[in-house]
């Protein structure tokens, strides 16, 4: 019945500050902002109101259709922390698919200094230092998803939270 | 340079307990676990050890070839609660495409009535109650992703912390 995945959900602070984030990781909005109120929200989510600014993001020609669903809740407004580590329970991290690990992190770097810095030759860091911070664990993937490949060829990315 | 997302990766409290939610819900392994005990992860991850149970689920035939990465840290051991609300920052929930989502929430109530509960037409609530809980946040969706019709349309689901 399932047939295939559909989005990640990923619950940020400040939208306008999020997008730029993952626009400079090469992620195109999708579908542009909207500010939307509604009971079933509310109902869905199992929250006071249901009161967000919400616009989705992808991969440019992304085969699998699949997209961040980016939300900044305003009433009740986006609370909390994300997760401090890899072994913290929940969702943790989402990986993207790349067709060359080492020159997407040379290009990363390129485009986006400020925010990404390699820690050593398997993993970079992603780390938005602006305020408000940005929610997001990524890393990038170039292999099958073969785990014995994953990690040396992998460039694992993390945002503060 | 990203060609499209890769996977995402859960980390669970006890492996076993989660593949069997997992498996209810129709998803299948697609690598079978295996544990590791790599400095390379705990690099990766920034840990103390990088000592790990792993293994891969997808939806049977799904053509985006994203699958979750499923993870038991033994060493540091998994800690921590999962989100506990849709406003909370980070990686809030994951969703997937389904052909129709009356049958499959119906289905999926009888496949797993244990874990399956219809809160209202539009919202179920999927909740692993055996102990270790499962940290899972997932809705169905059966539109294209257009906000308009995903909350009426979509059966979204939690699982407890």
Redesign the interface.
Known sequence: ?????????????DLETSVRFYER???EVI?PV?E?N?E??A?????STGHVK?L?LA?PG??????I?L?Q?LE????????P????????????????VK??TT??RERAASVFSV??R??SDLCEPSSPPI???C???SS????GKR??D?A?CYTC?
């Open positions: 019945m399932i047939e295939d995945f559909q989005h990640v959900c990923i619950t940020c602070r990781l090469g992620l579908e909207s939307l509604e079933a929200i109902r869905a989510f199992q929250t919400v989705h991969p992304a085969p699998s259709k699949m997209f669903d939300v809740w009740p407004a986006s609370t909390g922390e994300a997760y580590a890899a072994n913290h329970i929940g969702i943790n991290h989402l990986a993207f698919r790349v067709s060359d020159a997407t290009a990363l820690r050593n398997n993993v929610p997001m664990e890393s990038f993937n099958n998803g073969s785990r990690l040396p992998g694992s939270s």
